[in-house]
């Protein structure tokens, strides 16, 4: 019988957590204070499942390089998940939801770390950090330039967004989805440039300077992006990152009527 347990002591999840940090960055962050309201995590053995309910639909993150391990941990997690949420899931975790969950798949991705942090020669930094006063102008141009994105204002707070400006408006920014220095983990997120500037090399130069700004603060900087987002996997590998893991992201359940 599989038997899961809650977790609730920080530093017990963190060694754990810390045995594969590539493959965990976003759970690390999020043992920090800023997220940690906004958790619940799970045990079997020494596998780690975190439910984050901090956005409009929790999102449910179950990884683990081997693939029985994921089926039997969500295999006993079955009970305790809520009607609908979305999920992060490494090989073999789609199958075990699909018997009590309709589950639709948003395609493959990748987990990719900064391995190689000297490529970050190769551009030149740029862009100013944006604040809480940019709050409505950053998510008026996501829902222009990243429609569907997941923005947290709250993570302007941590001073690590950056933007570009054209004619007084935005044309890129850069940010994180999690960051945390009392765990050592940093990971870019909603990364993206106006249809009409792409091309000219905007998100290489945000990037470069976010990165920089990280490594002065956490050890392991890391992201995530779809495998077939072949533009933003070439930008990535040129400023040194390296994939290490891959996993699928599902919308799993009705929502509410």
Partial sequence: MTIIRAGHDRNELAGLLRRDPHLHAYELGDLDDFYWPYTTWYRLDDAVALLYHGGPTPVLLALHRSAEVVAELLTGLLPLLPRHFEAHLSPGGAEVLARQFPVRSRGPHLKMALTDPDRL???APGGEVL???DTAELTAFYRRSYPGIWFDPRMLRTGHYL????????????GVHVWSPRYGVGALGNVTTAPEHRGQGLASTLVAALCRRLLAEVETVALNVHAENTAAYKLYDRLGFTPVAEYVEHVVGEPAS
Avoid: I, K, Y
């Avoid at 007084?168 to 850069?174: H, I, P, Q, R």
């Fill in 163 to 174: 933007g570009m400006r054209r004619d007084g408006g935005l044309v890129a920014a850069a």
């Fill in 121 to 123: 020669v190769r551009v």
């Fill in 131 to 133: 604040t809480e006063a």
